[in-house]
Protein backbone atom coordinates (compact mmCIF):
# COMPACT_ATOMS: atom_id res chain seq x y z
CA UNK A 1 0.00 0.00 0.00
CA UNK A 2 1.09 3.30 -1.42
CA UNK A 3 1.51 5.89 1.31
CA UNK A 4 2.79 9.80 0.73
CA UNK A 5 3.69 12.06 3.53
CA UNK A 6 3.89 15.80 3.25
CA UNK A 7 5.84 17.99 5.56
CA UNK A 8 7.39 20.87 6.14
CA UNK A 9 3.99 23.27 6.46
CA UNK A 10 4.13 26.47 8.41
CA UNK A 11 3.11 30.23 9.69
CA UNK A 12 5.18 32.58 7.76
CA UNK A 13 4.79 35.68 6.87
CA UNK A 14 4.37 37.18 3.00
CA UNK A 15 7.59 37.30 0.92
CA UNK A 16 9.07 34.29 3.00
CA UNK A 17 9.47 31.05 1.50
CA UNK A 18 8.99 27.18 2.75
CA UNK A 19 10.11 23.19 1.43
CA UNK A 20 7.71 21.38 1.47
CA UNK A 21 8.88 17.87 1.46
CA UNK A 22 6.48 14.53 0.57
CA UNK A 23 8.25 11.32 1.30
CA UNK A 24 6.72 8.25 -0.68
CA UNK A 25 6.62 4.62 1.12
CA UNK A 26 5.41 1.58 -0.41
CA UNK A 27 6.15 2.35 -3.91
CA UNK A 28 8.92 3.83 -5.82
CA UNK A 29 8.77 7.31 -6.84
CA UNK A 30 10.84 6.13 -9.54
CA UNK A 31 9.11 6.25 -12.91
CA UNK A 32 6.53 8.08 -11.99
CA UNK A 33 5.34 11.26 -12.66
CA UNK A 34 4.56 13.53 -9.05
CA UNK A 35 2.19 16.64 -8.90
CA UNK A 36 1.71 19.04 -5.99
CA UNK A 37 -2.40 20.75 -5.44
CA UNK A 38 -3.57 22.86 -2.77
CA UNK A 39 -7.03 23.43 -0.94
CA UNK A 40 -8.12 27.05 0.26
CA UNK A 41 -10.90 26.99 2.77
CA UNK A 42 -14.35 27.23 0.76
CA UNK A 43 -12.22 26.71 -2.65
CA UNK A 44 -12.13 23.59 -4.76
CA UNK A 45 -7.96 21.48 -4.65
CA UNK A 46 -6.16 22.96 -7.35
CA UNK A 47 -3.02 21.65 -9.57
CA UNK A 48 -0.34 23.92 -8.41
CA UNK A 49 3.33 22.10 -9.86
CA UNK A 50 3.92 19.58 -11.38
CA UNK A 51 7.02 16.97 -12.33
CA UNK A 52 7.23 14.21 -15.27
CA UNK A 53 8.67 10.86 -14.57
CA UNK A 54 12.32 11.49 -15.57
CA UNK A 55 12.37 15.28 -13.95
CA UNK A 56 13.19 16.61 -17.17
CA UNK A 57 9.73 18.71 -17.51
CA UNK A 58 7.93 20.66 -14.74
CA UNK A 59 4.64 22.41 -15.41
CA UNK A 60 2.97 25.09 -12.74
CA UNK A 61 -0.22 26.74 -12.40
CA UNK A 62 0.34 30.71 -13.41
CA UNK A 63 -0.68 31.52 -9.95
CA UNK A 64 2.85 30.19 -8.98
CA UNK A 65 4.64 30.56 -11.79
CA UNK A 66 7.95 31.98 -10.90
CA UNK A 67 7.65 31.84 -7.55
CA UNK A 68 7.25 28.15 -6.64
CA UNK A 69 9.65 25.19 -8.21
CA UNK A 70 9.41 21.58 -7.93
CA UNK A 71 11.82 18.50 -7.72
CA UNK A 72 12.21 15.09 -7.15
CA UNK A 73 14.88 12.54 -5.64
CA UNK A 74 14.06 9.36 -6.53
CA UNK A 75 16.80 7.59 -4.48
CA UNK A 76 15.00 9.30 -1.54
CA UNK A 77 11.54 8.90 -2.97
CA UNK A 78 11.20 12.01 -1.96
CA UNK A 79 9.11 15.02 -4.13
CA UNK A 80 9.73 18.54 -3.29
CA UNK A 81 8.23 21.93 -3.27
CA UNK A 82 10.58 25.06 -2.91
CA UNK A 83 7.88 28.15 -2.07
CA UNK A 84 9.67 31.69 -2.19
CA UNK A 85 7.70 35.06 -2.17
CA UNK A 86 4.79 33.56 -0.27
CA UNK A 87 2.00 35.72 -0.39
CA UNK A 88 -1.26 35.32 1.66
CA UNK A 89 -2.93 34.00 -1.46
CA UNK A 90 -0.87 30.84 -1.63
CA UNK A 91 -2.76 29.67 2.19
CA UNK A 92 -3.98 26.24 1.86
CA UNK A 93 -3.29 22.76 2.32
CA UNK A 94 -1.09 21.45 0.43
CA UNK A 95 -0.91 17.69 -0.97
CA UNK A 96 1.40 15.40 -2.78
CA UNK A 97 -0.51 12.65 -4.98
CA UNK A 98 1.16 9.85 -7.30
CA UNK A 99 -0.41 8.60 -10.14
CA UNK A 100 -1.63 5.57 -11.90
CA UNK A 101 -0.08 5.19 -14.97
CA UNK A 102 4.09 5.51 -15.18
CA UNK A 103 6.27 7.23 -17.42
CA UNK A 104 4.14 10.03 -18.37
CA UNK A 105 4.53 13.60 -18.79
CA UNK A 106 3.20 15.88 -16.24
CA UNK A 107 0.31 15.45 -15.30
CA UNK A 108 -2.23 18.47 -14.30
CA UNK A 109 -5.26 16.76 -13.78
CA UNK A 110 -6.52 15.31 -10.38
CA UNK A 111 -8.17 12.70 -11.96
CA UNK A 112 -5.09 11.51 -13.06
CA UNK A 113 -3.51 10.56 -9.65
CA UNK A 114 -4.58 7.36 -7.30
CA UNK A 115 -2.87 7.94 -4.13
CA UNK A 116 -2.63 10.97 -2.11
CA UNK A 117 -0.88 12.39 0.88
CA UNK A 118 -2.74 14.15 4.06
CA UNK A 119 -1.53 17.27 3.18
CA UNK A 120 0.65 20.11 5.25
CA UNK A 121 -0.46 23.51 6.06
CA UNK A 122 0.41 26.30 5.16
CA UNK A 123 -0.25 29.82 6.18
CA UNK A 124 0.62 33.00 5.06
CA UNK A 125 0.05 36.11 6.74
CA UNK A 126 0.56 39.35 5.52
Known amino acids: QVQLVESGGGLVQAGDSLRLSCAASGRTTSGYAMGWFRQAPGKAREFVAG????????QYADAVKGRFTTSRDDAKNRVYLHMNSLKPEDTAVYYC???????????????????WGQGTQVSVSS
Open 97 to 115: ALPRSRYTDVLAGMMSYAD
Open 51 to 58: INWSGSNT
